[in-house]
C-alpha cells in the first residue's frame, strides 16, 4: 500500500511499532500522549488555586494540586504537586510527587520525584525519594534524598514564558 493513501496517523504508528525499541514510543497509538515529564503525568483532574487566589489555613486532597496562587499554610496533597513560577507556598507540605517553578518556603517532603525548575526559588529542608534541578534554580536548605540515586542536574528546554528571562 502506498505510503500517502494510508495517511500520516498510520505512517506514525508503523514508525512507533518498531521492534527493538527503536522508538521511545515503542508500542504507543496515536491517541496515547507521550508522558515525558512529571507534569504530563498529573492524571486525574487537579485541585486548581487560581494566580489571583491566596489562601490561609492548611490544605488536603487526595489527588494533585496545580497552584498558581499563593498559600499560607501545611499541606497533604496525594497526588502530584505543581506550583507554577507565579506561585508561592509558604509552610509544611507533603506531597506524593511535585514539580516547583514558583517560590517554596518551609519544608517540602515528597514520597516520590521533586522536579525542580529554573525559575525556582526554594527556601526549605527538602525530603524526596528523587530530585531533579534546573539551572538556574535556587534552593537553600537542606536536601535529603531518600532513593540513593544522586541528584540530577539539567537544562531546562521548556519555556512557556513563564520562567525567568534573564539572571
Known sequence: MDAAAIGPAARYV???DTPGGASPYYRQT???TPKRRLLDRMGASP?????SCRLTGDV???GPLLLCGAIRG???VGGALSLTAQAHWEGEVHAAAAVIAGRFTGRLVVEGKLEIGSSAVIHADIVAHAVAIARGAVVDGDMTVTGGQPVVHFDEKRHHGHGKTSR
Open 30 to 32: 496515536m491517541t496515547e
Open 14 to 16: 508503523n514508525l512507533i
Open 74 to 76: 501545611d499541606g497533604r
Open 47 to 51: 485541585t486548581f488555586v487560581a494566580g
Open 60 to 62: 488536603e486532597t487526595d
